[in-house]
């Protein structure tokens, strides 16, 4: 790997960011904390559906796995139509 940037450079922006960061994480001297009158946004049943449409949406995005899991599916039945074909009626 050949990096064209001196390492004197990567060394100073790695310290600027590490005192930025240091500077950013603590508040504003004077500032006060955050208040939420409740401890969820949505109530129940609210995040509920957010999260079940977020859930069903990004499942059937994927339709190559969707393919295999029903082809899978099918040939699970197969297999087991097969296996078991005729065990019920002998007693």
Known sequence: MN???????????????QELIKEISSPPPGSK????????SQPFPGQFKACFWKQYWSYWR???YNAIRFFVT????IIFGIVYWNKGKKT
Do not use: E
């Not at 904390?33 to 969820?40: G, M, S």
């Open 74 to 77: 099918i040939m699970i039945g």
């Open 62 to 64: 994927h339709s190559q």
């Open 33 to 40: 904390d955050l208040y939420f009158p409740t401890k969820y």
């Open 3 to 17: 990096l064209t940037i001196p390492l004197n450079y990567i060394f100073h922006f790695f310290r600027r960011n």
